[in-house]
């Protein structure tokens, strides 16, 4: 299973670690992924993500039912 926020599609970034010697060593910056558990009151019944922080306050912006939609809008499976 991928590092992938179900919301907003984030993914972890990569990079270089680069000291004062300038001998760069990769590495990889993780989303902040939480698993949050919804009520989904037009179909009376849970759904668990996997989001981000970012997406937890999208869909505290929107709410959960323009979220779901959205999601749903894009192919994916909720």
């Known amino acids: 299973m991928s590092r992938q926020c179900d919301v ?3 993914g972890p970034g990569f990079g270089n670690n680069v000291p004062w010697s300038k001998h ?14 919804y009520f989904l009151p037009s179909e009376g019944r849970h ?3 996997r989001v981000s922080t970012k997406g937890i306050k999208i869909i505290d912006r929107d709410g959960i039912e323009a979220v779901v939609a959205r999601m749903r809008s894009q192919g994916r499976k909720v």
């Open 8 to 10: 907003t599609g984030a």
């Open 24 to 37: 760069k060593t990769k590495r990889r910056w993780n989303v902040n992924l939480q698993h949050k558990r």
């Open 47 to 49: 759904v668990n993500l």
